[in-house]
């Protein structure tokens, strides 16, 4: 298999393939991660909060440990307010419906995943007025027209970091002083920064985070949630599920306070045990340092689509203003068919289509076909870049 530069996992599969769907979960993860995982399974699976014995004791204790480390990275005050869920889903769905009742109002863009629309759009239904704020052709947005769109009923901004089809950043910190100077509250999806972007809850003035951990905070699948900020109260926020949590057991009705008020069920505690040697890695390591490699590549990569005839870039096409999450789309080629000739012809692993933003995709002019999307991590190398650039290079030209 082929290595990076400094000796870390390659991009590259077994088959000499290159990863390019980090924006859909990231691969490969650190070496620690599955040791830990591994380790947690051999010596620590009992279930956390739910016994008196050494192992649950060991099981909860990681439990809080990865609860620290979340806070810690995404500046949380109080761990407890560190929500754990399925995934980021969970902590948007449990925000939106935990918050929003008939009568509020809430404001979005129109770059939003259908992690944030399809909630929406069934509290709309219930009684929810919802403003949809038209984003720039690249994705950008002007805070202004979020201001102008607060009326007396309003009761949350919710907007992601950055685009999930071309990687656009949104200005979280410009809304989160609008959200502030009208008294309102303010959520982000962050799916796409957390781990590869500076993020701080207290810093930013963000109300309610969203966080999943398989993304670029390198950990593994099925779990994620949402950091809860201290103008929240948990009177005003409505778990989702009920159920056994450990504490208070004799009493039939929910806890009242963080977290147990909202972790309802056994947690997913191996993923947690890895989604914890992730944080750690990825602390030694440094979130600027990640991002200075993966805009570095990202530059390159801008720059080598923009020189091939044929292939047009949606977003801003700028490193700086947006995630290494790259779209594209070869004229006279459906995205599906470049999708399929890039894997099977090139053994570039990416994703094309709608990528569950509809309403991005038609900001961006894209709908209803999409696109293809490069999604680059940080054990990619510019030489997975340039063979990327062949590739592409190679299908445009055949096509024309």
Aim: hydrophobic share 35%; with cysteine.
């Amino acid at each position: 298999m082929k290595r990076s530069n400094d000796g870390d996992p390659s991009s590259r599969t077994p088959e000499g393939a290159i990863y390019l769907d980090n924006a859909a979960t990231s691969w490969p993860k650190p070496p620690e991660v599955v040791a830990a995982m591994r380790e947690f399974q051999e010596t620590s699976a009992a279930n956390p909060g739910r016994s008196g014995h050494r192992m649950s004791i060991q099981a909860a204790r990681v439990v809080y440990e990865t609860r620290q480390a979340v806070a810690d990275l995404l500046g949380a005050k109080d761990p407890l307010r560190v929500i754990f869920g399925l995934n980021i889903t969970d902590g948007l769905n449990l925000a939106l419906h935990g918050l929003l009742k008939s009568g509020d109002h809430v404001i979005t863009s129109s770059m939003e995943h259908n992690s944030v629309m399809r909630p929406l759009r069934e509290l709309v239904r219930k009684g929810v007025e919802m403003t949809q704020v038209t984003c720039a052709p690249d994705g950008t947005l002007e805070p202004k027209m979020v201001e102008r769109e607060v009326k007396p009923n309003t009761r949350m901004i919710v907007l992601n970091h950055a685009s999930n089809v071309c990687g656009t950043l949104l200005p979280i910190q410009e809304v989160a002083r609008i959200a502030r100077n009208n008294g309102l509250l303010f959520l982000v999806d962050a799916a796409q920064t957390a781990g590869v972007l500076p993020v701080d809850m207290l810093d930013d003035h963000i109300d309610l985070l969203g966080f999943t951990g398989h993304k670029s905070l390198y950990g593994p699948m099925g779990n994620g949630g949402l950091l809860v900020g201290e103008r929240v109260d948990p009177g005003e926020l409505h778990p989702m599920r009920q159920g056994g949590t450990g504490s208070r057991s004799e009493h039939e009705e929910q806890p009242d306070f963080f977290p147990d008020c909202y972790e309802s069920g056994t947690p997913n505690a191996i993923g947690l045990s890895g989604l914890l040697a992730a944080l750690s890695w990825l602390g030694e390591r440094g979130v600027t340092n990640i991002r200075a490699h993966e805009e570095a590549l990202c530059a390159e990569l801008l720059d080598g689509l923009a020189h091939i005839r044929g292939v047009e870039v949606y977003g801003t096409r700028d490193a700086k203003k947006q995630t290494a999450t790259v779209a594209f789309n070869i004229r006279g080629m459906e995205p599906s068919t470049v999708g399929l000739r890039l894997d099977e012809q090139h053994g570039v692993l990416c994703r094309v289509g709608l990528h569950c933003a509809p309403s991005a995709h038609r900001t961006l002019g894209t709908f209803p076909y999409g696109c293809v999307r490069f999604g680059l991590g940080v054990f990619n190398t510019f030489d997975d870049v340039q063979d990327a650039l062949k590739a592409v290079h190679q299908l445009a030209r055949e096509e024309r």
